[in-house]
């Protein structure tokens, strides 16, 4: 198992993270420049989470007919 870096959050925590921004920006009372600040770090926290999730993908197993473990 990997050790995960005391700064790297789990992905609960940034769709929480994510959840708030987006709360934020809908909410209306943000500054022009607050709200692009807010898109931008939103986008890049999405596109930890999808690194994340693509990295989880690729260690999924599956059973083949022979009972053997082979990733897909």
């Known amino acids: 198992m990997q ?3 005391k700064t790297e959050k789990t992905l609960e925590e940034s769709f929480e993270i994510l959840d708030n921004i987006v709360a934020k920006l809908e909410s209306g009372k943000l500054s022009l420049e607050d709200s692009f600040g807010m898109y931008q770090s939103g986008m890049e ?4 989470c999808s690194r994340k999730v693509d990295l989880v993908e690729k260690k999924v197993l ?11």
Do not use: N
Not at 45 to 48: H, S, V
Not at 62 to 72: I, N, P, S, V, Y
């Open 62 to 72: 599956q059973m083949d007919a022979e009972g053997e473990l082979r990733e897909f």
């Open 45 to 48: 926290l999405l596109k930890e």
């Open 3 to 5: 050790k995960k870096d």
